[in-house]
């Protein structure tokens, strides 16, 4: 049924209001052959269901109308599909954001407790062996490059 009303709705909309066989205005609707009719063209449909003008744009506009009533509610659908894939987006966007703000303070946390326990014993070598800061560089610097 959909497929016959899609097809005689794409008729429908170049349709002009007259029969392109006889140049007469429609006046009925064959539903066995899906055509619309004049009155001369009546006589080759005998014993075929009819369908008034009238009746039959009716029923197209009311099918028309559902479907777009159908569409409507569908589009609301996928709206509201839509916020909630951006909002839990968000969320986890925010989320991402705040775990990596968290690394970077406890890293930079760990780096200042390691800076400290370095100073420390860089201090305690100093002091042992009564040499200054540079040259203490400078011998570290031996041993590295050793």
């Known amino acids: ?27 009925s609707y064959c539903k066995g052959c899906e055509e619309i009719l004049c009155d001369e063209c009546l006589g080759n449909h005998f014993g075929h269901d009819f369908e008034e003008k009238y009746s039959f744009l009716k029923n197209i506009s009311k099918n028309i109308e559902v479907k777009l009533t159908s569409l409507a509610s569908e589009k609301k659908a996928w709206e509201k599909r839509q916020e909630l894939i951006t909002k839990k987006n968000n969320e986890m966007l925010a989320g ?15 780096e200042m407790i390691l800076l400290g326990l370095l100073k420390g014993e860089f201090e305690k070598v100093r002091s042992a062996t009564g040499i200054d800061k540079d040259g203490l560089s400078n011998k570290i610097k031996e041993v590295y490059d050793y």
Do not use: P, W
């Open 96 to 110: 991402s954001i705040s775990e990596q703000r968290e690394v970077v303070k406890k890293l930079r946390s760990l």
């Open 1 to 27: 049924y959909q497929r016959r009303v899609h097809g005689i709705l794409d008729n429908i909309v170049g349709m002009s209001d007259k029969c392109e066989r006889h140049n007469a205005a429609f006046t």
